[in-house]
C-alpha cells in the first residue's frame, strides 16, 4: 500500500491523487516535495547523521545542489525534533538500530513534505523512544500534515491513531472512525485481527476528514487519495 502511494509500484486499479491530482502527473522532484516515504528496509550508508539528513532537502535544492540557509534551517529542526543532535558527527553505519531508525526520521523530517508515509517507524526503538516518536507524528498531524503509518503494535495504534484499518493482503477488512481515543467500531474491529490473525495495522492521522482512505471495491488496497 505504502509503495504503491509512494508511486513506487503501480496500482493495480483506479489512481492515486494528491489534492485532486494524479500522482502519475507529476514529475517525482514535484513528488518528492510534496511526499515523503520512509521504508522498512533501507541502505546503510557510511555517511554522518547530519548529512544523511541534509539528504532530505535534495528535492528542494536548485541546480548548484547547495544548501541556503533555509535548507540548514530545515535541517537542524530536524536533528532537534528526531532527538539525533547529538549524533550528527556519528557514522550511521555504526550506529544501533534504534538510533539509526531516529537518523533516517531526521531525514524524513528534513524533507518537510505535507505528507509523510512511514512504514513500521517504531522497529528497533525501545518503548519510550516509541512512544516519543507517535507523540511527534501525532503533533505533526495537529499541524496539518497528513501522516500515514503501518504499525504491528496494536495498542500503539490504538492510542494514538485517528483512524485506524487493520489490513490482509488484498483488502481492509474493517475501519475505526472517530477521533482519537474514540472506541465506536474498535470492538469489532479488535475481534477482526484477532481472529484473523491480521497484523498489518494502518494508522491514519488526517489533516482533514474530507479526504478519507477509501479502497475500491474489488480492486484492493491500491487506490487512495492523500
Known amino acids: 500500500l505504502l509503495k504503491t502511494a509512494a508511486g513506487l509500484l503501480a496500482p493495480c486499479g483506479g489512481e492515486i491523487l494528491l489534492d485532486g491530482q494524479p500522482v502519475s502527473a507529476l514529475t517525482r522532484r514535484e513528488f518528492a516535495r510534496q511526499v515523503s516515504y520512509l521504508p522498512q528496509n533501507r541502505p546503510v550508508p557510511e555517511i554522518s547523521v547530519e548529512l544523511l539528513a541534509e539528504h532530505g532537502r535534495f528535492p528542494h535544492l536548485g541546480f548548484s545542489r547547495t544548501l541556503t540557509a533555509a535548507d540548514r534551517a530545515a535541517v537542524e529542526r530536524a536533528l532537534l525534533l528526531s532527538g539525533t543532535e547529538g549524533l550528527r558527527p556519528r557514522n550511521v553505519a555504526h550506529l544501533s538500530g534504534g538510533e539509526r531508525q531516529r537518523a533516517y526520521l531526521a531525514m524524513l523530517l528534513a524533507q518537510d513534505t505535507d505528507v509523510l508515509l512511514l512504514d513500521e517507524p517504531t522497529a528497533f526503538l525501545d518503548i519510550s523512544q516509541q512512544f516519543s516518536l507517535l507523540e511527534l507524528l501525532q503533533k505533526l498531524a495537529l499541524q496539518g500534515k497528513t501522516i500515514v503509518v503501518v504499525l504491528h503494535e496494536l495498542a500503539?495504534?490504538?492510542?494514538?491513531?485517528?483512524?485506524?484499518?487493520?489490513?490482509?493482503p488484498g483488502s481492509a477488512r474493517q475501519r475505526s472512525f472517530g477521533g482519537r481515543g474514540s472506541l465506536t467500531g474498535l470492538s469489532a474491529l479488535c475481534r477482526a485481527a484477532w481472529k484473523t490473525m491480521e497484523t498489518s495495522i494502518f494508522f491514519f492521522c488526517q489533516k482533514n476528514n474530507s479526504a478519507p482512505f477509501e479502497p475500491e471495491s474489488g480492486v484492493g488496497l491500491c487506490s487512495m487519495t492523500l
Open 156 to 168: 500503539l495504534a490504538m492510542k494514538f491513531c485517528s483512524r485506524l484499518a487493520v489490513g490482509s
